[in-house]
């Protein structure tokens, strides 16, 4: 999936996760977006970052760990958005295990 089209296929669960969640919260569509746009820039610069400095610890949970580091990067990215908000670390890793999980869905088709 082209860059663009993640931006905007994560913008819109964004808002459709934010509407099923009572612990998500986004006011806007443009948070949604500008906050899907963040979000790529810090899995782009950021997690290769942590991702390398967690790996004894990836190693040791099979793998697991890797969707810890996926909540903290939306966790980042609603400490830097405002509008964009999570009521626990909790909601934040079950938000972004549900859309890494739909992000794959929709790579996998595309390819």
Do not use: H
């Not at 500008?34 to 990836?58: D, E, M």
């Not at 609603?78 to 999980?101: H, N």
């Amino acid at each position: 999936m082209k860059w663009w089209q993640r931006i905007l296929a994560n913008t819109i669960i964004f808002l459709a996760l934010a509407g099923f969640l009572d612990g998500f919260m986004i006011s806007t569509w443009a948070t949604a977006l500008i906050a899907a746009i963040v979000f790529a820039g810090l899995n782009l610069f950021v997690k290769p970052i942590l991702v390398l400095l967690s790996l004894p610890i990836t190693f040791m949970t099979l793998g697991l760990f890797y969707f810890v580091i996926n909540g903290l990067m939306l966790w980042f990215t609603a400490s830097l958005v405002s509008g964009f908000e999570f009521s626990s670390f909790w909601m934040a890793l079950v938000v972004a295990l549900i859309v890494s999980a739909l992000n794959a869905f929709l790579s996998s088709g595309y390819e």
